[in-house]
């Protein structure tokens, strides 16, 4: 399997003060099984989806307090380059580049506004085994205050072109490449709380949403928004037990049409 083009949305995992209760909650609610094996780099357990491997799940590392999130990885043919184009405009490389043994090079980020993403150049590992389908990654949005920022900052590092949505009341854009959108970015609105910070929201295919939202909350997982349904799906915005944030949806229910976009020069 060839690595994905540049830029691309290629894996996804997420850090567990208590990575059993996350395997048993996921597990539950998207239908995960999991293998895994202790290395020099911890224990990094992969989640799969009928046999595909779809994310993972990673205790801290020793002294590490961040709080729980889904880090989404973005593909890069070379790790150092793009971590010096961060740096260029304005970002902050806060982890790496490191190399994972024979699995790949790996460094976390940050864009000038605080987004926290992964970049991952492809060794062994080249990512998601399967995407859309049920348990698998499907979507993530850039969630901002600052979109003009973020827009600027992420089209410098990655080749994407932008389109917008034709609706003055909604701030929301797609990241193309080579014609397919691949990442969304919407500017946080008030009905997020104050303080919360900026962040991407990775979305998971489910078969029913209503039924994956009845497993997550009966778990102790907390509703966010939703279900609603949408020209994309009906979709749920969840926080699990442990304060990580995702959402799911089922693709095969949709309502109404797609808005119309423009191309952003």
């Not at 854009?173 to 910070?197: H, I, K, N, S, Y």
């Not at 799911?248 to 423009?262: C, F, K, Q, S, Y």
């Amino acid at each position: 399997m060839a690595p994905p083009p540049e830029g691309t949305p290629c894996w996804v995992d997420a850090t567990f003060r208590d990575p059993d209760a996350a395997r048993r909650f996921y597990g539950d609610v998207l239908g995960w099984s999991f293998r895994g094996a202790r290395s020099q780099h911890g224990d990094y357990v992969r989640a799969y989806a009928d046999g595909k491997a779809v994310a993972a799940i990673v205790p801290p590392l020793p002294g590490q307090a961040a709080p729980s999130q889904w880090c989404l990885y973005l593909a890069s043919a070379d790790a150092a380059a793009t971590a010096r184009r961060i740096r260029d405009h304005g970002g902050e490389v806060l982890t790496g580049p490191v190399r994972i043994g024979d699995s790949g090079t790996m460094c976390l980020a940050g864009d000038p506004g605080g987004v926290v993403f992964g970049v991952w150049q492809a060794g062994r590992h080249k990512g998601f085994e399967a995407t859309a389908g049920p348990g698998a990654y499907c979507w993530a949005e850039i969630l901002t205050r600052e979109p003009e920022r973020t827009d600027a900052f992420f089209t410098a590092v990655f080749p994407y072109h932008v389109r917008r949505i034709e609706d003055d009341a909604t701030d929301f854009r797609v990241f193309d490449l080579g014609g397919d959108g691949v990442l969304g970015r919407m500017r946080m609105t008030d009905a997020f709380p104050p303080g919360t910070p900026p962040f991407i929201s990775v979305y998971f295919t489910v078969a029913d949403c209503d039924d994956a939202v009845s497993r997550a909350t009966e778990r102790g997982g907390a509703l966010r928004f939703g279900p609603v349904d949408g020209p994309f799906g009906r979709v749920a915005a969840l926080g699990d037990p442990q304060g990580a944030t995702f959402s799911v949806i089922d693709v095969t229910t949709r309502r109404g049409e797609a808005p119309a976009m423009t191309e952003v020069p």
